[in-house]
Every structure is written in structure tokens, then in C-alpha cells.
């Protein structure tokens, strides 16, 4: 989450400067990906406190998720850009993506 903070922070202080529909997008993106971070982690640390029960993925929180900042851009398409809301929302996943690649090349050495 420290990440996902700091690039909105970033992204926010870029759309002060410049205005533009980008960071715009980005921020919305990055607070998407942030409720998406929690409900992932959310679910994780259900699933570790329980013994062999259903793992729930948190499938339908994300495409809620998803929905709803699709749904922003459509209602203010001159102020969010989609390319900006997509990598915001892409970021969760890269996040993971580079938590587990760099745990993984750490235990090999």
C-alpha cells in the first residue's frame, strides 16, 4: 500500500502542475487498485487463519472495482483519461507481480 500511496501523492502533485486528463485517470486508477490491494489482502489473511476452508479471490470486488472507474470515466470523459485509469489499475498487479519475483530471486541466493 506505501507504494500505491506514494505514486497517487505523485500522481496528484503531476495533475496539479499539468492538468492533464492522464494524471487524472491515474489517480482514479491508483485509488481503484488500492480498494483492490485491500480486499486482495483482506481475503489472503482469511484464508490463512482458516483451516482448509473455501479461498475466496475477491473476483467480484475487483470487477466492481473496475466497473465503477469505467463508469466515471464514461460520465467525465474530458476530465479521466482511460489510459491513465488502466495503468492505476494495472499497478495492483504489477505490485504482486514484483513482490513475488523479487522474493523469489532473494531465496535463490
Known amino acids: 500500500m506505501k507504494y500505491l500511496i506514494i505514486l497517487l501523492v505523485l500522481s ?3 495533475y496539479i502542475f499539468t492538468s492533464l486528463p492522464f494524471f487524472a485517470g491515474l489517480c482514479v486508477g491508483i485509488i481503484g ?3 483492490m490491494s ?3 489482502f483482506y481475503n489472503f489473511k482469511n484464508a490463512q487463519l ?3 476452508g473455501k479461498v475466496k479471490t475477491g473476483t467480484l470486488t475487483r470487477m466492481l472495482v ?6 466515471i470515466w464514461v460520465r467525465f470523459p474530458e476530465t479521466f ?5 488502466l495503468i492505476g ?3 495492483t498487479y504489477a505490485l504482486i507481480f514484483w513482490r513475488a519475483a523479487s522474493e523469489l530471486f532473494k531465496r535463490k541466493r
Do not use: R, T, Y
Open 89 to 91: 489499475l494495472l499497478l
Open 12 to 14: 496528484i502533485i503531476a
Open 50 to 52: 482458516e483451516d482448509g
Open 38 to 40: 485491500f480486499n486482495w
Open 81 to 85: 483519461n482511460i489510459i491513465g485509469i
Open 33 to 35: 487498485s488500492m480498494v
Open 66 to 71: 473496475v466497473i465503477a472507474a469505467c463508469l
